[in-house]
Structure formats: C-alpha cells, structure tokens
C-alpha cells in the first residue's frame, strides 16, 4: 500500500508529464476550484449593504449582531437570491448537545419561494 505522499508524489509526476493520472489523486484540487468565489465580504458585502442603507464598514465591527443584524440578514438574503439559492439552513448545536446527545446537531431547512400578486409561486 501507497503511503499518501506516495501518491500525491506519483500523481505530480503523471501531471507534469501530461499523463492523465490513473490513480485517483489525493493531490486533485479539481472538486475545490470555485471553493471560495461566492462568499459574503468585500465589495460584495459593500454593494449589498449599501442596497440597505449600511456600509462594508459594518461587518468590521464585532457589535453587527447586535446593531445591524437585520440590515446584514437582509442584504446577505438579496445577495444569496441573486447567487441562485433557493434553500436556507439553519444549523445549530442545541446546548444539550454537549452532555446527553454528545454532539448531535440540528438543523432547520427553508425553501425561499416568490410570489406574484395572486399569491401564486413565481
């Protein structure tokens, strides 16, 4: 058996010869390439909340939460529609989790629907 630098190691190799590995690579970062590309911060953020009446300048202040939660949460939802989401989830650790459950979690799955003016799905 192949220890894992072995592999990474061979699967390098193959690449830099142009080979199409054979081996199932665990040097691939192929699945990971757009990990990173949609998240929140930024110019993005910036956009978004000045949509709302805020600034960037508000998510640098640990004291959002209690400020401007509302203002990020509707920005951060306009912003996640215009991305293509669909679904929100909400997962949580309840406090129990820690003692009788040990580590269970819990989530919370809403689908995000429009409707037009006859209260019909868009």
Known sequence: MFSTSAVRSLARREVARGIKSSVRAFASLEAYQDFGKAVFTGKVADEY????GASG????????????????????????????????CHWFHPMAASGVRHGLSGQVQNMMLKFNSDNEIV
């Open 57 to 88: 300048a508000v998510l640098k202040d640990p004291n959002w939460v209690n400020t401007d939660a509302d203002v990020v949460a509707n920005a951060v939802f306009d912003w996640a529609i215009d991305q293509g989401a669909n679904v929100y």
């Open 49 to 52: 909340l000045k949509k709302h």
